[in-house]
């Protein structure tokens, strides 16, 4: 999984944007108000940025602690854009899954199940999308090769969809109320291997998915 093509090699700053120029050639502009601490932050905090020692991220110590990942990670930023590509996609075709590659429905699928884990958990994601959506982000892992994260999601979708087969069981919250102690600790184990893989995910999405194309 060699991503030393999107290191970063400089970056430029204004009031409004972030302009970087990656190791290949490639320049990202990223707009300030998209990051809250950032866009809070007065211009001569934001003036003082550090690359961290991968050169993958970006600490800005008068803003916030530096950390291993950076503030601003361009892997994870890489991987926003790409999954947003395929939403716009989807919004062009007006809704029409079926008229995407395999390849933008794995993705848009993939961004809904971070979108619900990461606010809330895999009962919300459960909840909202269809076996086809949730098939298709167990097939975009499987692909990028995110195999732990692959077996937490099965292992979530397996207690959930035993329960849904109860015609008594008519909603999420029934569902939930239904579990016993055994299964609550399945989805507490479950969900934390999700939360403890998720930093690879990015990196891993765009070895396989590319930065440019599905």
Same mark, same amino acid.
């Given at each position: 999984? =060699?991503?030393?093509?999107?290191?970063?090699?400089?970056?430029?700053?204004?009031?409004?944007?972030?302009?970087?120029?990656? *190791?290949?050639?490639?320049?990202?502009?990223?707009?300030?108000?998209?990051?809250?601490?950032?866009?809070?932050?007065?211009?001569?905090?934001? %003036?003082?940025?550090?690359?961290?020692?991968?050169?993958?991220?970006?600490? /800005?110590?008068?803003?916030?602690?530096?950390?291993?990942?950076?503030?601003?990670?361009?892997?994870?930023?890489? /991987?926003?854009?790409?999954?947003?590509? !395929?939403?716009?996609? &989807?919004?062009?075709?007006?809704?029409?899954? =079926?008229?995407?590659?395999?390849?933008?429905? +794995? &993705?848009? !699928?993939?961004?809904?199940?971070?979108?619900?884990?990461?606010?809330?958990?895999?009962?919300?994601?459960? =909840?909202?999308?269809? *076996?086809?959506?949730?098939?298709?982000? &167990?097939?975009?892992?499987?692909?990028?090769?995110?195999?732990?994260?692959?077996? *937490?999601? +099965?292992?979530?979708? *397996?207690?959930?969809?035993?329960?849904?087969? =109860?015609?008594?069981?008519?909603?999420?919250?029934?569902?939930?109320? !239904?579990?016993? +102690? %055994?299964?609550?600790?399945?989805?507490?184990? /479950?969900?934390?291997? @999700?939360?403890?893989?998720?930093?690879?995910?990015?990196?891993?999405?765009?070895?396989? @998915?590319?930065?440019?194309?599905?």
């Amino acid at each position: 999984m =060699d991503l030393t093509h999107l290191r970063i090699r400089r970056l430029e700053l204004d009031d409004t944007r972030l302009l970087f120029t990656l *190791a290949n050639g490639m320049r990202i502009d990223e707009p300030i108000q998209a990051h809250r601490l950032l866009q809070r932050a007065a211009p001569p905090q934001r %003036a003082q940025w550090q690359l961290t020692d991968d050169s993958f991220g970006v600490n /800005w110590p008068a803003i916030a602690p530096p950390t291993a990942d950076g503030l601003l990670n361009m892997p994870e930023l890489l /991987w926003r854009r790409r999954a947003a590509r !395929a939403q716009a996609r &989807l919004t062009a075709q007006r809704g029409r899954m =079926d008229a995407l590659s395999p390849g933008e429905r +794995e &993705l848009i !699928a993939l961004a809904r199940l971070d979108a619900d884990m990461s606010e809330s958990g895999y009962a919300r994601y459960f =909840d909202r999308w269809d *076996a086809t959506t949730r098939s298709d982000a &167990l097939r975009g892992l499987a692909a990028m090769g995110a195999a732990q994260t692959r077996q *937490a999601i +099965e292992g979530l979708g *397996a207690v959930f969809e035993r329960l849904e087969e =109860d015609p008594d069981l008519l909603s999420i919250e029934d569902i939930l109320d !239904a579990m016993n +102690e %055994a299964d609550r600790q399945r989805v507490q184990g /479950w969900e934390e291997v @999700y939360y403890r893989c998720l930093g690879d995910l990015a990196r891993l999405g765009l070895a396989h @998915y590319g930065v440019d194309k599905a």
